[in-house]
């Protein structure tokens, strides 16, 4: 563990005192790495969290309820999930993507500024879960090969919500 003298208004580091600097095991340049793949993660995140609120607010027709209301929680879990992204960046002394033109540039996903039917709606969302699952994934990995089991553990909850939302999409959209 690494040490940093402690300065003091008698004497700084002559006095002798130290203070213990916690390192999280991890360098700067493996801390670096992490945060970018969870930045990454964030920017789709947020990307695909605005097109699940533009969707839930514009969706119309038949299937308007049944959309409307699954689009809300997942929005919310969405929202929940992304807050524990960026405090995870926090954590490696980084700092989170938090502008919407950040989160543009470094996002793969796209913005859908259309109203599509709720056919079109839904297929857009699946497709939006196999890229961020797939990103997950790399995220897992690299975590995994940096012995992080705290971004691992936490990623490997995200997968597992958004499988079974593809699933229920896929299954609503047959």
């Known amino acids: 563990m690494a040490t940093k003298k402690k300065s003091s208004r008698t004497g700084g580091a002559k006095s002798g ?10 360098s700067s340049s493996e801390r670096e790495r992490l945060a970018t793949s969870l930045n990454i993660l964030l920017a789709n995140y ?13 969706v119309t027709g038949g299937d ?22 960026a405090e995870r960046v ?15 540039n470094a996002s793969t996903l796209k913005e859908d500024g259309t ?8 297929k857009n969302l ?23 089991a705290g971004t691992e553990r936490m990623v490997k909850g995200f997968i597992e919500q958004l499988e079974k939302h593809h699933w229920m999409l896929t299954s609503f959209n047959k």
């Open 17 to 26: 005192h130290t203070e213990r600097m916690h390192t999280l095991r991890w």
């Open 46 to 58: 947020e990307v695909h969290y605005q097109k699940l609120r533009n969707y839930h607010w514009n």
């Open 64 to 85: 308007f309820f049944d959309i409307h209301v699954e689009l809300e929680g997942q929005y919310t879990q969405a929202q929940t999930n992304i807050d524990l992204i």
């Open 90 to 104: 926090r954590v490696f002394r980084e700092r989170p993507l938090s502008t919407f033109a950040e989160y543009l």
């Open 115 to 122: 109203v599509p039917a709720s056919g079109k709606m839904v």
């Open 126 to 148: 699946l497709a939006d879960y196999v890229v961020l699952v797939d990103h997950m994934y790399d995220t897992v990995e690299l975590a995994k090969e940096l012995s992080d």
